[in-house]
C-alpha cells in the first residue's frame, strides 16, 4: 500500500491550500483516513480525521479554518485549509488505517509527508 500526497507549498498568511493524498495497491478497504502534521520542534499532532461513513473531527486549533474530505472511490483524502496561519506551518502526513484482505486486521499506513509554509 503506497500514500502519495500533494498540494503543499508557501502561501500567505490568510490564504488558503488544499491537500491530497490517493492510497494505492492492495487495498480491500479503508476504514478511517486523517491528517497529521508536524511542526519544527514539536511534537506530531493528529489534525483531522474522517471515518468511513463521513463523521468528522478536527483539532481546536482548525476547526472552522479547516475541512477533511474523503472520496471512498478513488482512496482519496483531502485536506481544504483556510484563513491560514503561521502556526499551521508543518509538514503534513496523510494516514489511512487500511486491510490488504478481507480477513487481515487492519494497520496504520503513511504517506511522504507534504511541507505547508505560511510565514508569519
Known amino acids: 500500500v503506497q500514500l502519495q500526497a500533494s498540494g503543499g507549498g508557501l502561501v500567505q498568511a490568510g490564504g488558503s491550500l488544499r491537500l491530497s493524498c490517493t492510497a494505492s495497491?492492495?487495498?480491500?478497504?479503508?476504514?478511517?483516513m486523517g491528517w497529521y502534521r508536524q511542526a519544527p520542534g514539536k511534537q506530531p499532532e493528529l489534525v483531522a480525521v474522517?471515518?468511513?461513513?463521513?463523521?468528522?473531527d478536527y483539532t481546536d486549533s482548525v476547526k472552522g479554518r479547516f475541512t477533511i474530505s474523503r472520496d471512498n472511490a478513488k482512496n482519496t483524502i483531502y485536506l481544504q485549509m483556510n484563513s491560514l496561519k503561521s502556526d499551521d506551518t508543518a509538514v503534513y502526513y496523510c494516514?489511512?488505517?487500511?486491510?490488504?484482505?478481507?480477513?487481515?486486521?487492519?494497520?496504520?499506513?503513511w504517506g511522504q509527508g507534504t511541507l505547508v509554509t505560511s510565514p508569519a
Open positions: 494516514n489511512i488505517q487500511g486491510r490488504r484482505t478481507i480477513l487481515a486486521s487492519a494497520k496504520n499506513y
Open positions: 495497491g492492495n487495498i480491500f478497504s479503508i476504514n478511517d
Open positions: 474522517i471515518g468511513r461513513g463521513g463523521l468528522t
